[in-house]
């Protein structure tokens, strides 16, 4: 039995109360949270297992991301300043053709060690269309916890190369999930990922909704509305704005995770409301391939759920969830005024509201007792920080000051992945090296 006996300065619970408790310890069992509370001196000294007091650092729920391309890491700053449709043809559809294992293996192993040292310990991923096996092997190895799926693509009138025929799509993807889903301890999840609207059959689209009945717990994850050239082609092909033509064809739920959501009608928010749909918001993507800007505060006042992503590298061009927080409230402000999105409203999204949207908040999003003890340490207390140690002012801290050299410690179920703001996983030289070797690899096949 693994006994851990974590004493931080503060705890982020996160809980419904949402408290903030000073001078408590936790304790985790087997990488679940067995208890919170107070412990004297004797009960420490006598505790039957690990202690570890970390008194100068305050611990919060891993934050969860709700929309990642693992695959695309490797094309990080290969891909500036173009808008979505060009972005894909003229780059991201050529590069993720090219991929092998090898160099989609490097490309994962980057993308997670960038996104554990920067706390996020859960993430819902879109991969590529080729070797998907390989992205889930390198989650399993690294003890994220993720829910991912191979990128359906049947239809591809951008980069014709890059597709696959209907038959092959739906039977490769019922293979994959087969494999791969509710593995790794529960940690590991199928999420199917139809690309989007333009690259998919409509037959495609509706099979794969039929299919998730097989797997109890799996997501629908795609695409949706993120720019206006694409409402345009949709429009064209199916006489429908994007997300009335999900719904037409039966597509949406609250199992059903849509990246971006920016250009919605008041019918479509309507149709999001009563399907019960999760949006996951990309803001620094969003704003970097001038996709526009989705009206978030619209969406939570109508009790839509929203959650946030970093979407892939090659669009923002990290993936870091201090960004897209920080992001996410500060380019609502000039819109909607300077009280909306508030800092805390902000965490909540990349922690609870990321894991009720994955159909996870029994599990983590929060520092509670039953939970897994998916938790980060985070020194709040550097001369770049709020000299305040008010409780009020942490969400602050978090949100407007913090950044991933904040980030200490980081476990996923009991188990550490990062410590003293080093990976347990990886050679980061090494890491940096085969991604280099790799991509020049690949530059060699585009």
């Given at each position: 039995m693994q006994k851990i006996l974590l004493i931080p300065k503060q705890i982020v619970t996160v809980n419904k109360k949402d408290e903030i408790l000073l001078n408590e310890c936790i304790e985790?069992?087997?990488?679940?949270?067995?208890?919170?509370?107070?412990?004297?001196?004797?009960?420490?000294?006598?505790?039957?297992?690990?202690?570890?007091?970390?008194?100068?650092?305050?611990?919060?729920?891993?934050?969860?991301?709700?929309?990642i391309h693992l695959c695309q890491t490797l094309f990080r700053g290969l891909a500036d300043d173009l808008e979505l449709l060009d972005w894909l043809q003229l780059k991201i559809f050529p590069f993720e053709n090219a991929h092998n294992k090898e160099s989609l293996r490097a490309s994962v192993r980057l993308g997670i060690n960038e996104l554990l040292l920067g706390g996020t310990t859960t993430i819902l991923d879109m991969g590529t269309l080729r070797h998907q096996e390989i992205i889930f092997e390198e989650l399993i190895k690294s003890g994220m916890r993720c829910f991912a799926g191979k990128c359906m693509i049947d239809v591809n009138e951008l980069f014709p190369?890059?597709?696959?025929?209907?038959?092959?799509?739906?039977?490769?993807?019922?293979?994959?999930?087969?494999?791969?889903?509710?593995?790794?301890?529960?940690?590991?999840?199928?999420?199917f990922a139809p690309r989007f609207a333009l690259s998919c059959?409509?037959?495609?689209?509706?099979?794969?909704?039929?299919?998730m009945s097989d797997f109890d717990g799996s997501l629908y994850h795609t695409h949706a509305?993120?720019?206006?050239?694409?409402?345009?082609?949709?429009?064209?092909?199916?006489?429908?704005?994007?997300?009335?033509?999900?719904?037409?064809?039966?597509?949406?739920?609250?199992?059903?995770?849509?990246?971006?959501?920016i250009h919605v009608n008041e019918n479509e928010i309507g149709i999001l409301k009563k399907q019960k749909v999760n949006i996951s918001h990309c803001p620094s993507s969003n704003l970097k391939l001038g996709s526009g800007i989705a009206n978030i505060p619209r969406y939570l006042k109508e009790g839509i759920s929203?959650?946030?992503?970093?979407?892939?590298?090659?669009?923002?061009?990290?993936?870091?969830?201090?960004?897209?927080?920080?992001?996410?409230?500060?380019?609502?402000?000039?819109?909607?005024?300077?009280?909306?999105m508030g800092a805390k409203t902000v965490f909540k999204l990349a922690t609870i509201n990321g894991a009720k949207a994955l159909g996870l908040e029994k599990e983590i999003g929060s520092i509670e007792v039953g939970k897994k003890a998916d938790l980060v340490l985070m020194d709040l207390d550097t001369p770049f920080m709020s000299v305040t140690n008010d409780e009020n002012n942490i969400y602050s801290k978090i949100v407007y000051s913090a950044g991933r050299n904040n980030i200490d410690s980081v476990m996923v179920e009991g188990e550490w992945l990062v410590e003293n703001k080093k990976s347990l996983l990886y050679d980061q030289k090494q890491l940096r090296f085969d991604g280099e070797e790799e991509f020049k690899k690949l530059l060699s096949r585009v």
């Open positions: 985790v069992t087997n990488g679940v949270i067995t208890n919170i509370g107070k412990y004297s001196e004797d009960d420490i000294s006598n505790f039957n297992g690990e202690v570890l007091k970390k008194t100068d650092l305050t611990l919060i729920p891993g934050f969860v991301q709700t929309h190369t890059f597709k696959s025929n209907t038959k092959d799509e739906l039977k490769d993807t019922y293979e994959l999930a087969k494999s791969f889903h509710n593995k790794n301890n529960g940690k590991v999840n199928y999420g059959s409509e037959e495609l689209l509706i099979e794969t909704g039929k299919m509305s993120e720019n206006k050239k694409e409402i345009e082609e949709i429009r064209k092909k199916y006489k429908k704005d994007n997300i009335d033509f999900y719904n037409s064809i039966g597509l949406l739920s609250d199992k059903t995770i849509l990246a971006h959501g929203v959650s946030l992503g970093a979407d892939g590298a090659p669009c923002n061009n990290e993936l870091n969830i201090f960004t897209e927080m920080r992001s996410a409230t500060l380019i609502q402000k000039p819109i909607h005024g300077a009280s909306v």
